[in-house]
């Protein structure tokens, strides 16, 4: 037998379907020194269990990317290890038995297609002569993917186990990971029911388990288990071999030929949280008690869709557990709080068909240090710390289960585990009938009902119920004066004698002014933005940095990375509220509370100065992110209800209105404002995404990023992100629908909403070519934009389509507020 391991040069914790792939892929990578640890057997947690399902289609280009290697990969795998796993491919079908649910199917397939993937709307007809037992007569429509597929769960572990170890990893069953070591902020090993291993990489792929393990490190990760059903029948003549998958969301259920039989999943909308008092330490290969009283309400939609299961006798009834995160999103990447510390954890029931391409990039994150292409929606550096309270995950939990198949509307909020972080202003805004949307789990206030009407979402493709009182909120903004609580906002002090050069290296503009509010982008080695947010010097030794609420985490990490000897990062997001004063108004409103002066000549824009506003000192920027003349006011939290009531009260007369998040969407997109994770990530550099005018190319002293941008300057870019406007006016776009140029799909929207300015859906997003891209290009192009698999003209521009000059922000000329190429609407 072989001795135990004392060092490795990366330790992977947990032998379910993903630390088998991390480690397969990282051997593949030609890491010869991983060990994997496995408390007891491989596959012995959550994957044993798994249905199988092996879908392509996932609600981002990158991760459909994945899914669709994951599928690749299974493919080939038996003839690679010699280990037989169950794949097949016969494809899958996914019903829709309403319009709502039709219209959603159509968006995906649509998005789909643009992410390479084979997808296609079919009738119901169609789909029974797929599915033979499918009952139709209430169905609208479906899609069918005949690539998706189906594996073996236990199979697929043990074969990239033989893969990895074929390679010279070692896996080692029935040994436990009792604890984490580190120094220096750095992992440095684990120690074990076997002893201790030293090692540069630890890499957390404890599934159910991966909180408490997180917990070993100081390490967030946030994930709560809940139970997850199937029933298996008996052999039917009609469950073939090459049967496809069937999916039908409306019923909360999927169906899968098993050996002869059918299984039939639940993904109900309440599910059922377990493990309150943490996993037991000697779960393995157990199942949870039946409960067919929770399955009902979905057996009797199954019966309804597959009226054939009624007189198929059932065999099995399946309870086990998986592990769920609260956006029903797996974690992904190195933790901010330990470096050397690697998460792939809290899969949501899609760990089968995620394992081959999370295991991927894992491996190449691990490998290179930098993650291969942009995984924001899946990084690690997402998650809020209040996030991992066991109560908090208990509640959310209950709805993430179901999330899967719900309605995927447009502007869906989370129903549970609400009101953790509110703004200073937040009992104000309540009482002005605010209609409260969670993100980071701060409330903050999406859009306003007036007087009488209940600030709550009736749900749609089309216009939902607050589209007008959104418009209301805009038109105050572009002619009079709104008011947006911006409080959501993370911020930090960074302090010291080493702080300006801290922030002069990482930030792509120059930000060692004084009393500026620079906006900038923080790059990577290859040009990439890793963020984008304002730094506004106080003092020679005193910077704020301001950026997105989803944002803190991951760049207080980035700073802290780069961070040298001489300065400190104090994160202060709560003890400021930021007001938002925006619109034409917004200095005659100002100047009534205030003795500074804030004319055009003496408080210019991009100006920060500390002021007195109704008795309060706070600081004031004049800054916008809706394109209009405004100050945002950093005010301490315990002054802030204040402020906000004086300028309620002196603003009445003005018109002054309060705004929410979706109007300040909507108008920064007339505006042409990017927004990170959406519009700009880590695989775009600031001149594909037209920032290259926040970049100082020439600092002194050069800064992060910057030889790659010079090389592409030189070489000219493949892609670029333009602006859209649709010409038809009722057409409304979200994000992921495709761009066509002159009759080819060229890239996809990366944001999309309704322009009430404009009168309009307005949208950006990148378009590619095999060669250099210009503005000549972009401009000769003939465009549409897919919506649901029907084609509009849309008009290009790569500059704003609102006040392309910024006249109103930077001058405050008396221009009149639709100063665009459009002219206004009705
Ligand atoms: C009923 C059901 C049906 C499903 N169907 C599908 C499907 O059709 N398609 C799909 O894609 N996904 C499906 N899933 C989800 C899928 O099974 C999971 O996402 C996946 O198995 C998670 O794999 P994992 O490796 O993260 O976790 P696990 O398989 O639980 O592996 C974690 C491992 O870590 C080990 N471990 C924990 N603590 C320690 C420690 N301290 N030291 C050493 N080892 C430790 C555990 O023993 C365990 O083996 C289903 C899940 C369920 C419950």
Redesign the pocket.
């Known amino acids: 037998m072989k001795e135990f391991p004392r060092h490795a040069r990366c330790v992977v914790?947990?032998?379910?379907?993903?630390?088998?792939s991390v480690a397969y892929h990282l051997a593949k990578l030609g890491w010869k020194d991983v060990v994997l640890?496995?408390?007891?057997?491989?596959?012995?947690?959550?994957?044993?269990?798994?249905?199988?399902?092996?879908?392509q289609l996932r609600a981002t280009q990158n991760l459909t990317r994945l899914a669709r290697y994951s599928i690749d990969l299974y493919a080939a795998l038996e003839a690679e290890t010699g280990q037989a796993t169950g794949f097949k491919q016969n494809g899958a079908i996914t019903v829709a038995s309403t319009a709502e649910r039709f219209e959603e199917l159509k968006r995906s397939a649509a998005m789909g297609r643009c992410f390479d993937v084979d997808v296609q709307v079919i009738s119901p007809c169609e789909a029974r002569d797929l599915w033979p037992m499918l009952e139709t007569a209430d169905l609208v429509g479906a899609i069918w993917m005949p690539k998706d597929g189906?594996i073996n769960?236990v199979d697929v572990?043990q074969a990239l186990a033989r893969g990895a170890r074929q390679r010279g990893a070692r896996v080692i069953e029935g040994?436990?990971?009792?604890g984490i070591r580190a120094s220096e902020g750095r992992v440095r090993g684990v120690a074990?029911d076997r002893g201790e291993i030293a090692a540069e990489i630890v890499v957390n792929?404890?599934?159910?388990?991966?909180r408490?393990?997180g917990l070993m490190a100081g390490v967030a990760v946030p994930l709560h288990a809940a139970e997850?059903?199937?029933i298996v029948t008996e052999p039917m003549p009609e469950a073939v071999s090459t049967l496809a998958v069937l999916r039908d969301y409306d019923g909360y259920a999927?169906l899968?030929e098993d050996a002869g039989k059918l299984l039939v999943?639940a993904f109900e909308p309440r599910a059922k949280p377990w493990g309150m008092d943490g996993?037991p330490g000697d779960?393995?290969f157990d199942e949870l008690p039946e409960d067919w009283e929770h399955f009902q309400p979905v057996m009797e939609k199954v019966l309804a869709r597959v009226p054939r299961l009624a007189t198929a006798g059932i065999q099995k009834f399946?309870?086990?557990?998986?592990?769920f995160t609260p956006d029903n999103r797996y974690y992904l990447g190195e933790a901010p709080e330990l470096q050397g510390f690697f998460v792939?954890?809290?899969?949501?029931?899609?760990?089968?068909?995620?394992?081959g391409g999370a295991g991927l990039v894992l491996a190449q994150w691990i490998a290179d240090g930098h993650p291969p292409m942009d995984l924001s929606d899946v990084d690690i550096r997402r998650v809020q710390p209040f996030q991992n309270d066991p109560g908090y995950l208990k509640a959310r939990v209950t709805e993430a289960l179901g999330l899967l198949y719900a309605m995927h509307w447009p502007y869906r909020q989370a129903e549970t585990a609400r009101g953790i972080r509110k703004s200073p202003l937040h009992e104000r805004l309540v009482a002005a009938n605010a209609c409260m949307g969670e993100t980071a789990g701060w409330e903050r206030p999406n859009w306003y009902a007036p007087p009488g009407v209940a600030p709550e979402y009736r749900y749609s493709w089309g216009r939902q119920n607050w589209f007008e009182y959104r418009a209301a909120e805009c038109q105050a903004a572009r002619e009079r004066v709104a008011l947006f609580d911006q409080s959501s906002f993370a911020k930090f002090v960074v302090r010291g004698p080493g702080a300006e050069a801290l922030l002069q290296r990482v930030s792509a503009n120059d930000v060692s002014p004084r009393d500026r509010a620079v906006y900038t982008q923080w790059l990577n080695a290859r040009g990439g933005i890793e963020a984008d947010l304002t730094v506004t010097r106080w003092d020679d030794e005193t910077f704020m940095v301001i950026t997105g609420a989803m944002n803190g985490q991951r760049d207080r990490a980035w700073l802290e990375r780069n961070r040298g000897a001489g300065c400190d990062i104090e994160e202060v997001t709560d003890g400021y509220a930021v007001i938002g004063v925006m619109g034409p108004r917004s200095r005659t409103l100002l100047a009534r509370l205030t003795d500074a002066d804030v004319a055009n000549a003496s408080f210019p824009f991009g100006e920060s100065r500390k002021i007195r506003v109704a008795g309060v000192t706070l600081r004031a920027t004049r800054i916008s992110y809706v394109g209009e003349l405004g100050w945002e006011l950093l005010v301490e939290s315990s002054r802030a209800v204040a402020v906000f009531d004086a300028l309620c009260e002196n603003g009445a007369d003005l018109d002054l209105a309060l705004a929410g998040m979706h109007a300040m969407d909507s108008l920064r997109l007339e505006k042409g404002y990017r927004h990170w994770g959406h519009d700009i990530t880590d695989e775009d550099t600031p001149i594909e995404a037209g920032l290259a005018f926040a970049c100082v190319l020439d600092k002194a002293g050069g800064f992060n990023g910057r030889d790659a941008l010079l090389a592409q300057r030189a070489s000219g870019v493949r892609k670029r992100l333009v602006q859209f406007a649709l010409e038809d006016p009722d057409a409304l776009i979200y994000h992921n629908e495709p761009i066509w140029r002159d009759g080819r799909r060229v890239g996809y929207l990366t944001s999309g909403s309704y322009g009430h300015t404009l009168g309009r859906s307005v949208g950006m997003g990148y378009v590619r070519d095999a060669s250099p891209i210009d503005a000549a290009w972009v401009n000769a192009g003939c465009y549409e934009i897919e919506v649901a698999g029907e084609r509009f003209a849309a008009r290009a521009s790569l500059a704003p389509l609102y006040d392309p000059q910024s006249l109103r922000m930077r001058e405050a000329r008396a221009t009149p507020a639709r100063t665009s190429e459009y002219p206004p609407r009705g």
């Open positions: 914790i947990g032998g379910g379907v993903i630390g088998t640890l496995e408390r007891k057997q491989l596959t012995c947690g959550t994957t044993w269990h798994a249905a199988g399902l092996v879908g189906q769960p572990t040994c436990r990971v009792t074990t792929c404890g599934g159910m388990w991966a408490e393990i997850h059903f199937y999927y899968k999943g996993i779960f393995a399946f309870n086990g557990p998986e592990s792939a954890a809290g899969f949501n029931s899609i760990g089968i068909q995620s394992a």
